[in-house]
């Protein structure tokens, strides 16, 4: 079975522009999680998607934002991109019902200039 | 809100026992978990304790103790591949689904 998948990998974008960062599940799998990696501070949760609705959400401004599609599919979008938002983008996967067994994909590491 | 404590980093030699100690304040709780990050990887799970006591999962282990906020991941005849991230996270009561908060994690190295 073919693990998370994110794209693209890597990302260098300047200041004020936006972003859209894509996340393919394991298949058969409903719900997907955002998370942002930094030095700084951590791991953080974004949001969540299930059945293409969002089911939970983090302390991030409104410039984050995700949908899921039919297929499970999900993007995330930053828009007017800050320097602070330079960081590992992590997607993780769940079949939804068994909270914790989460699939991380590799990752987007966007990088803002 | 949500606040996890855990060391941030530890060095232990190649073959001993290394226990990673994690501390958590928070206003529900439901389902503590322990993950493994190598540099430049995606985290990968570890283990899940959600009642009070130990889980034991070949050379790992790990504790939870409610009434203490306290959780602590035993990893037992250390290997060099050892060496890496482990991050602890816990689940709010309050969310359905997959909302978790993350520690900043401990590096562990471990040494031949």
């Known amino acids: 079975k073919a693990g998370v998948t994110q794209t693209p990998r890597y990302l260098i974008k300047t200041r004020g522009q936006q972003v859209t960062l894509s996340c393919s599940p394991i298949?058969?799998?409903?719900?997907v999680s955002w998370y942002q990696q930094t030095p700084g501070q951590g791991l953080q949760f974004l949001f969540e998607?299930?059945?293409?609705?969002?089911?939970n959400k983090g302390n991030f401004p409104g410039r984050f934002s995700g949908r899921q599609f039919s297929n499970s599919r999900s993007e995330m979008n930053v828009s007017t991109l800050e320097l602070g938002d330079s960081a590992l983008y992590l997607c993780?996967?769940?079949?939804?019902?068994?909270?914790?067994?989460?699939?991380f994909g590799p990752g987007t590491r966007l990088t803002v200039t | 809100g949500q606040n996890i404590d855990q060391p941030t980093e530890m060095t232990a030699t190649e073959g001993a026992i290394v226990q990673i100690n994690c501390t958590y304040q928070?206003?529900?709780?439901?389902?503590l978990f322990w993950y493994q990050q190598h540099a430049g990887e995606a985290p990968t799970f570890l283990s899940y304790?959600?009642?009070?006591g130990l889980e034991e999962k070949g050379r790992f282990s790990s504790f939870l103790s409610r009434s203490k906020g306290y959780s602590y991941l035993l990893l037992k005849e250390l290997q060099m591949k050892d060496s890496a991230s482990y991050l602890c996270a816990v689940r709010d009561s309050k969310a359905a689904g997959n909302k978790l908060t993350f520690g900043g994690g401990t590096r562990v190295l471990v040494k031949p």
């Open positions: 304790n959600v009642l009070d």
């Open positions: 298949s058969g799998h409903r719900s």
């Open positions: 993780a996967s769940s079949f939804g019902g068994r909270p914790y067994e989460q699939y």
């Open positions: 928070t206003s529900g709780f439901n389902g």
């Open positions: 998607y299930f059945s293409e609705t969002q089911r």
